[in-house]
Nanobody, 113 residues
């Protein structure tokens, strides 16, 4: 299984970014998928999850600002991030919460104040 995240960058507080994760070797149609982030000196945390049927869940820290979605035909998972805050700065990864695959390199999101 390979997970290739992209779309990160430098954005000002209040801005938006859309991350993409192309998955190979596994089907997003039949697996729960999640977006994780790891800030410097902190543990990796799950920030968005989408079930195989399309239900979604978020922690309070990003609820109302982040939206996870997927395109089964493209085998790709997305994370739309709005109203970004400096504390959202981290490397973002995608993976399967129920059957974790080898972690990809992630994509860096930097939010300036």
């Amino acid at each position: 299984v390979q997970l290739q995240a992209s779309g990160g960058g430098l954005v000002q507080a209040g801005g938006s970014l859309r991350l993409s994760c192309v998955v190979s070797g596994s089907s997003v149609r039949f697996n729960d998928m999640g977006w994780y982030r790891q800030a410097p000196g902190k543990q990796r945390e799950l920030v968005a999850r989408i079930g195989s049927s399309g239900w979604t869940t978020y922690p309070d820290s990003v609820k109302g600002r982040f939206t996870i979605s997927k395109d089964n035909a493209k085998n790709t998972v997305y994370l739309q991030m709005n109203s970004l805050k400096p504390e959202d700065t981290a490397v973002y990864y995608c993976n399967r919460p129920l059957s974790v695959a080898p972690w990809g390199q992630g994509t860096l999101v930097t939010v300036s104040s």
